[in-house]
C-alpha cells in the first residue's frame, strides 16, 4: 500500500485494517508520533491526514488513500522548526514529553482554523489531549508564543 508521508511517497507492507500509528512508525521509521490508549482518547497519536488532524492509532490505513499524511517529524524544515515547535522549546512545556507530539499537531490545527484563540478556544481545543505531567499552564503560554510568532509579518528584500 502506498502512503504520501511527510510529502514523500512511502510503500507500506500492511493489511488496509493496520492502523496508520503502526503503519507510521514500523513500517516508516517515524516514532515522534506515540501510542498512548489506541481507544483515540489521549491524542498523543495525532498527525494530519488531508490537513485535518487524525487520531492514527484507529485510523485505518485503508482509510488514508492518497490523502498527504503529516507528522510531527514533518512540521519543521531543514532551516527551521515550525513556529508552535520553537514556542513549545521557548516556553519549556515538556516534562515527560510524552504526549506533546499530539499537542503540538492539534495546536497547529488550532492556529489555523483561530490565529488569535483565547484561553478557552485553547483549552476547548487541546481538551482531548491529555498530559499525564499537568503542562496545561506551560501548553496554553505555548500556544499563545506561536500565535504571535505566525502574526509577525516576514520581512522580505532589503529594507532601505
Known amino acids: 500500500m502506498k502512503l504520501v508521508v511527510n510529502g514523500k511517497q512511502v510503500e507500506v507492507a500492511v493489511p ?3 492502523p496508520l500509528l503502526w503503519a507510521l512508525r ?3 521509521g517515524l516514532t515522534g508520533t506515540k501510542y498512548g490508549c489506541g481507544i483515540a482518547q489521549c491524542g498523543a497519536c495525532t498527525v494530519h491526514v488531508d ?3 487524525k487520531r492514527s492509532c484507529v485510523t485505518p490505513c485503508g482509510d488514508v488513500g492518497d490523502a498527504p499524511i503529516i507528522t510531527i517529524e514533518g512540521l519543521a524544515t531543514a532551516a ?3 513556529p508552535v515547535q520553537r514556542a513549545w522549546i521557548e516556553e519549556n512545556v515538556p516534562q515527560c514529553g510524552y504526549c506533546q507530539a499530539g499537542q503540538i499537531m ?13 484561553d478557552e478556544d485553547i483549552d476547548a481545543a ?7 505531567c499537568g503542562t496545561y499552564p506551560r501548553i496554553r503560554k505555548a500556544v499563545h508564543r506561536a500565535a504571535e510568532m505566525l502574526a509577525k509579518p516576514v520581512a522580505t528584500g532589503d529594507a532601505k
Not at 126 to 132: E, I, Q, V, Y
Open 80 to 82: 527551521e522548526l515550525h
Open 26 to 28: 514500523e513500517e516508516v
Open 16 to 18: 488496509p485494517e493496520t
Open 106 to 118: 492539534t495546536t497547529v490545527m488550532l492556529l489555523k482554523a483561530k490565529p488569535q484563540p483565547t
Open 126 to 132: 487541546l481538551a482531548a489531549n491529555l498530559c499525564r
Open 51 to 53: 490537513g485535518k488532524p
